[in-house]
Every structure is written in C-alpha cells, then in structure tokens.
C-alpha cells in the first residue's frame, strides 16, 4: 500500500499526490468513515493509502489516517448528514480589512472561535493598510495589540505595496493552510501573489461559487510558498457548531485561561458570582470588546446559527 494527499475530489473520484506523483484514485461502494455520516467519507487534505489497481491508470483508497482535524458544514440546513470541507490542516488564515470593506470583530471573533472547536492555529492578516489613515492606523494598532496580546500571530499586510507577503510565505512553509474572509478582502490578490501560476482572477475565489451555496461544493489543495493552501469554494469562514455554547468559554482562550479561578466550575461567567473572568474584564486583563462578543454568540439564537454558519 502506498501514502498519498487528497489534493481534489470531484465526490467519486480524488487526485492525490504521493511524493511527486499525481494519481488518480477511486474508492469502494461501501466505503463509510466510522465517526459519523458524512456525505464525502474522503476529504481534500486525508493522508490515504491506496493500492493500484491491475491493468488499470487508477488506484482504490483502501484506508484513511485518522485525522488531526477537520472542518466540516452541514450539507443543508435541515440534514444531519455533514460535509468535510477540509482535513489536517495546519493553520487557518483570516483576511481582515477596516475599510473596503470593513469586518467586523465579532465576525472575527466567532471565527477564532470556530477555530479554537476545530483545533486548528488561527492567524490573522490585515490586508489593505495602504488604504488606512491616521486614525485609521491607530486604530488597527489596537486590534493588533489586543489579538497578539491574548496569543495570536498577527501580520500587517498591504498585497499591492508587497508589504508583509515574506512574513505570510514563512508561516506558510511546508505547512497545509485554509484562507478565510470577507468578500473583497484581497484573498485572491495575495493567492496569485504567492502563486502566480494559478492566475485566479480576482474575485474569483469567493464568488465564483456563490450561486451553489447549498449544493456540495468540494475544497481544492493548490501547490503556494512551499505548501498547500485549500481553497474552499463559496464559503466565507467556518462556523460554530450547535453544540458550541456548552463549552464557548474554552474557545476563548484568554477566557479559558481566567476561569480556572471561578468560583464554579461550570461558570458561564455572566450572572455567577466570584467569577474571575468579569473581575479580569473589570480589571482590563480581559478586553472588554472580546468579552462582549463571548456574551452575544452566548446570546445568538439557534436559527441564527443555522444562518451564519453553514454558508
Ligand atoms: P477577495 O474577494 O478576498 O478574493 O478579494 P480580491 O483579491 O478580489 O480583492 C478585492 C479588491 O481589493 C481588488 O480590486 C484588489 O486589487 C484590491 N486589493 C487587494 N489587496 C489590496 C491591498 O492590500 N490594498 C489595496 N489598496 N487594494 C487591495
Ligand atoms: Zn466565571
């Protein structure tokens, strides 16, 4: 048997790359992964073994290494079947701008969070900082401030000016990574920056499957900087499952971190007293924004959920 790295699937057959080999693969009728029902049992970024078959220009996926994370959607608002966008992926990146157009920290807060569910190392870029004032400047210092001081990697971008392109290179080195972000951001930019013999047309990596949001669009593994970034058509950022207010605090790091000192230990840190995590907001050591934000996905209904996350 031999090793290889779904790097595309069509949902019946899947390119895979096995040291510097692209084969063609197929897998059997019954083929079911044991941990729950998923509409593609093989996802773009599974290590799979896999034998070729006799006479044949294809080989047949025997097996799957358990992966070491994944990200996945519900194929539609009302199934209980999921689709894995994604699998082992080393890092996820959030494209974030202040202005053209603006993203909101609670959008990037709920996506820190999605990721710290996933288990998957978040680091944020801020693209566009040519575009950006005095104030503007300001401004964006803070949030960084905030975001690096409760842990996470943190890289000022400009793509048209080349600025802070070799920091993203060097994260990316070797590692696999997904590429989140509003609509405009400049993902595609930077892409064709790093790779430029993909020759994505700008634009198109967010929107040239939007009109399929509930039909199942599958993930791409495109070669950049030493790496792999996955593209995932159509969806803008990962959400938060269903299940995640039961443990929201353990996906706010700082948050997590606090609560070791709270008086109960199933403290939701809102109404219980000898709390420490509100006596940390109270005391500046937790940001306050970040706080809100923990308090409003706490508070977000169910269909809202349903809305947001499963684009
Ligand atoms: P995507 O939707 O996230 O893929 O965004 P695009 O890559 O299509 O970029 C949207 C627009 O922003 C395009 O017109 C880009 O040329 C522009 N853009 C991308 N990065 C930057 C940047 O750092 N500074 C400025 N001024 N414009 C940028
Ligand atoms: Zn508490």
């Known amino acids: 048997m031999k090793q290889g790295v779904v790097i595309k699937s069509t949902g019946s057959n899947y390119l895979l790359q096995s040291g510097a080999d692209r084969i063609l693969c197929k897998i059997r009728g019954k083929f079911r992964t044991k941990e729950f029902m998923t509409t593609n049992?093989?996802?773009?970024?599974?290590?799979?073994?896999?034998?070729?078959?006799?006479?044949?220009?294809?080989?047949?996926?025997?097996?799957?290494?358990?992966?070491?994370?994944?990200?996945?959607?519900?194929?539609?608002?009302?199934?209980?079947?999921?689709?894995?966008?994604?699998?082992?992926?080393?890092?996820?990146?959030?494209?974030?701008?202040?202005?053209?157009?603006?993203?909101?920290?609670?959008?990037?807060?709920?996506?820190?969070a999605a990721c710290e569910n996933s288990n998957i190392v978040?680091?944020?870029?801020?693209?566009?900082?040519?575009?950006y004032n005095a104030e503007l400047s300001k401004k964006l210092e803070?949030?960084?401030?905030?975001?690096?001081?409760?842990?996470?990697?943190c890289i000022k971008m400009s793509v048209p000016n080349n600025l802070g392109i070799d920091e993203v290179k060097d994260t990316i080195s070797a590692k696999v990574v997904v590429l989140s972000g509003?609509?405009?951001?400049?993902?595609?930019?930077?892409?064709?920056?790093?790779?430029?013999?993909?020759?994505?047309?700008?634009?198109?990596?967010?929107?040239?499957?939007?009109?399929?949001k509930h039909t199942t669009t599958f993930a791409e593994m495109f070669p950049i900087a030493g790496g792999f970034i996955i593209d995932t058509p159509g969806i803008k950022?990962?959400?938060?499952?269903?299940?995640?207010?039961?443990?929201?605090?353990?996906?706010?790091?700082?948050?997590?971190?606090?609560?070791?000192?709270?008086?109960?230990?199933?403290?939701t840190h809102t109404h219980e007293p000898e709390c420490a995590v509100k006596q940390a907001v109270k005391s500046g050591k937790i940001h306050?924004?970040?706080?809100?934000?923990?308090?409003?996905?706490?508070?977000?209904?169910?269909?809202?959920?349903?809305?947001d996350n499963y684009l």
């Not at 039961?246 to 199933?266: R, T, V």
């Open 288 to 307: 306050s924004e970040r706080y809100r934000n923990y308090i409003a996905i706490l508070n977000e209904n169910d269909a809202k959920y349903r809305q």
């Open 142 to 153: 803070s949030i960084i401030n905030m975001y690096a001081d409760i842990g996470y990697k």
């Open 41 to 112: 049992p093989v996802a773009v970024g599974d290590i799979v073994y896999f034998t070729m078959q006799k006479d044949e220009d294809f080989g047949i996926i025997s097996k799957i290494k358990e992966r070491k994370n994944f990200l996945v959607r519900k194929s539609t608002n009302l199934s209980r079947q999921t689709h894995i966008i994604a699998a082992n992926i080393d890092y996820a990146f959030l494209m974030i701008t202040l202005i053209q157009p603006k993203t909101y920290l609670m959008f990037v807060d709920r996506w820190l």
């Open 182 to 212: 509003n609509s405009g951001v400049g993902k595609s930019s930077l892409i064709n920056r790093l790779n430029p013999d993909l020759d994505l047309k700008t634009g198109e990596i967010s929107e040239f499957h939007e009109q399929g």
């Open 122 to 131: 978040p680091v944020l870029l801020f693209n566009k900082i040519d575009l």
């Open 237 to 267: 950022g990962f959400g938060l499952d269903e299940t995640i207010k039961e443990h929201l605090g353990d996906c706010f790091i700082e948050i997590k971190a606090a609560a070791e000192k709270c008086k109960f230990n199933n403290c």
